[in-house]
């Protein structure tokens, strides 16, 4: 007890010589550049999902295993499945039609680019993003490591969501909430 008088003033020292952007990494991973539907479109999807037969991307620094990103990717968009639709996962073999007409084709036709970081993106309300879908295009950016707590690819089923009806202004994200939540991650988690 004696010493936590000096305790205290070494660490408000510590925390006073650091920059306010420094603190900031402190609860934040770093961000990638932008990346726009070009971006996304340029990349060369060599890897296939096992399951779904998804085209995958995945950018140098992504620290995960090729496999085991593979493997992620098809049980969580399962999960995604069996959650939303009755169908359950075996939807995701089929071109689906939602209710306002829109038509989603096999998972076998999306192309997935993972990248490290969040990114800076051009989305409905952000400019920073963990997950982006290109729906033109057919394409979901998702990025490995989001915020501290989330775990990773901690955007990838609510990228999903956004496939498969959910609005880009999520006026409509209560009819997905359940099912995109990202794994390991809550309010709490955002803190720790």
């Not at 726009?36 to 620094?61: C, H, K, L, W």
């Not at 169908?87 to 089929?94: K, P, R, T, W």
Request: proline residues 5%; negative net charge.
């Amino acid at each position: 007890m004696k010493y936590l008088p000096l305790y205290t003033v070494l660490i408000a020292f510590a925390l006073a010589s650091v920059s306010c952007d420094e603190t900031q990494d402190l609860f934040d991973r770093p961000t990638d550049p932008l990346i726009d539907v070009d971006v996304a479109e340029s990349q060369d999807y060599n890897f296939v999902t096992t399951e779904y037969g998804m085209q995958v991307a995945i950018a140098n620094g992504v620290d995960s295993g090729t496999q085991s990103i593979l493997k992620l990717l098809d049980n969580r968009a399962a999960q995604f499945l069996n959650c939303q639709f009755v169908e359950g996962a075996d939807l995701g073999f089929d071109t689906v039609m939602l209710e306002d007409g829109t038509i989603v084709p096999p998972l076998s036709e999306l192309r997935v680019y993972i990248v490290p970081n969040r990114f800076e993106c051009e989305a409905e309300g952000t400019s920073v993003c963990t997950g982006v879908e290109f729906p033109d295009q057919d394409i979901i950016v998702v990025a490995e490591g989001g915020f501290l707590g989330c775990g990773e690819f901690a955007a990838w089923k609510h990228e999903l969501g956004h496939r498969y009806g959910m609005t880009a202004d999520h006026s409509n994200q209560n009819e997905f909430r359940a099912c995109i939540k990202p794994p390991d991650c809550d309010a709490g988690d955002l803190f720790d």
